[in-house]
C-alpha cells in the first residue's frame, strides 16, 4: 500500500531518495527553503540546480509550507545539511504526530558538540519516544536518482522500523540493508570523509593502486577500533556504511574529500578549494581526533591525516614519513 513520505530538503540527495520512493509509488511531499527550486519541480519536473538531466517522478509533490507536508506522512525523511539538522529538528518538534518515523541521510557530527545526528534529533524533538534513524552506505546521488544499481544501509534501533523503511526504498535498483547499530552506522558515515582524504592524497602524490590498497586497509582497521570505542560495532565497518561508503568516497571523482586531498598532496590549491565546496572531513578529522582523545588508541593514519590539516606538516612530506615510520609487528 503506498505511504505517505515526506522529504524535507531538496538537495542531491534529498531529491534522489523523492526520486526512488516516487518510483517505488509513494506519494511524496519535498519541502526546501530554495523557492526556485520548488517551482522548477512543480512546472518541469526537475532539478537542475542538483540533480541535472533528471527527469523528476511525477509522484513528487514540491511543498512551500514545512507543517503541511509532513502532516499525516508516515516517514518524514531529513535531508538538510548537518549544521542546520538541530534547527529543523526544533522545528519539527512543534509538528510531529504520533508513531512518524525520522530518517536521516545527512552525514556527519554537529559542530561544536560532535555528537552523531541521531542524538542532534533526538535531544531537539525532547521526545524519548521518538523513532529516529540513519541511513549510509556508498550513495552518489545522481546515480541513484539515474537509476544505476545503488546499495544503502538503513539503521533504527527499533528492528521493525529498519525493515519497514527497507520495504519503501527497495526495488530493482536500490537495494537496502538493515542494521541496528545506529552509532556504528553513522560513525562511519563520518570516519570515511576523514580517510578520503588520505586516498586522495595518494592521487595528488601519483601513487598507484597498490599504495591506496595499503592505505585503504589501514583506513579500514582505524575505523572499526574508532568505531568500536565510540559504542558502534566493529562489524558494522565491514559492511556498506563503512568499507563500501569508504571505496565511493575515496575513488570517486565526484567525492570532494578526495579531491582535496589530491590537491593537497599535488601541493595544488587547496585553501581556495575549501572556500568553494564543503569538505566534511575536514571538520569531522577534528572532531573525531577529540572524541578519542585519552582512549589510548594508535591512530597513526588519522593523526597524519590531522597533522596536514592542521598545517603541521606539508601532505607529500606527511605521507612519506607515515610510510616510512610504518610496520607490521
Not at 541535472?52 to 512551500?64: M, R, Y
Not at 522500523?161 to 553513522?186: F, I, M, Y
Not at 601541493?267 to 589510548?296: D, Q, Y
Request: charge should be negative.
Amino acid at each position: 500500500m503506498p505511504d505517505i513520505i515526506a522529504v524535507l530538503g531538496a538537495g542531491n540527495m534529498g531529491t534522489a531518495v523523492a526520486q526512488v520512493l516516487a518510483s517505488n509509488g509513494h506519494s511524496v511531499r519535498a519541502w526546501s527553503i530554495e523557492t526556485d527550486v520548488l517551482e522548477e519541480m512543480r512546472d518541469d519536473h526537475r532539478n537542475t540546480k542538483y540533480l541535472s538531466g533528471v527527469e523528476l517522478h511525477p509522484g513528487i509533490e514540491p511543498v512551500w509550507d514545512l507543517a503541511k507536508s509532513v502532516h499525516g506522512a508516515g516517514i518524514i525523511v531529513l535531508s538538510v545539511p548537518s549544521q542546520i539538522v538541530s534547527t529543523m529538528a526544533t522545528d519539527l518538534s512543534l509538528l510531529l504526530e504520533p508513531a512518524q518515523l525520522i530518517l536521516n541521510v545527512a552525514k556527519g557530527l554537529e559542530s561544536g558538540t560532535n555528537r552523531r545526528l541521531s542524538e542532534v534529533i533526538l535531544a531537539a524533538l525532547s521526545d524519548p519516544h521518538a523513532t529516529v534513524g540513519a541511513m549510509g552506505g556508498p550513495a552518489i546521488a545522481i546515480e541513484m536518482a539515474r537509476g544505476m544499481p545503488t546499495a544503502v544501509i538503513v539503521g533504527f534501533e527499533e528492528e521493525h522500523a529498519s525493515h519497514h523503511v527497507q520495504s519503501l526504498l527497495q526495488n530493482e535498483w536500490v537495494k537496502v540493508d538493515v542494521t541496528t547499530d545506529v552509532c556504528g552506522l553513522e560513525l562511519c558515515s563520518t570516519l570515511k570523509n576523514v580517510y578520503a582524504i588520505a586516498l586522495g592524497i595518494c592521487d595528488g602524490m601519483g601513487l598507484g593502486a597498490n599504495t591506496k590498497a595499503f592505505v585503504g586497509t589501514l583506513a579500514m582497521d582505524e575505523m572499526g577500533r574508532i568505531c568500536e570505542a565510540l559504542g558502534g560495532r566493529h562489524a558494522t565497518v565491514h559492511g556498506l556504511a563503512g568499507l563500501g561508503d569508504l571505496l565511493t568516497t575515496g575513488y570517486s571523482q565526484h567525492s570532494r574529500n578526495r579531491t582535496l586531498g589530491e590537491k593537497l598532496g599535488a601541493g595544488g590549491e587547496w585553501k581556495r578549494f575549501l572556500t568553494e565546496k564543503t569538505v566534511e572531513g575536514v571538520v569531522a578529522c577534528g572532531a573525531v581526533k577529540s572524541l578519542v582523545s585519552g582512549r589510548r588508541i594508535a591512530l597513526p593514519l588519522l593523526d597524519t591525516i590531522d597533522s596536514v590539516l592542521s598545517e603541521q606538516d606539508a601532505a607529500a612530506n606527511a605521507m612519506k614519513e607515515f610510510f616510512g615510520r610504518f610496520s607490521y609487528g
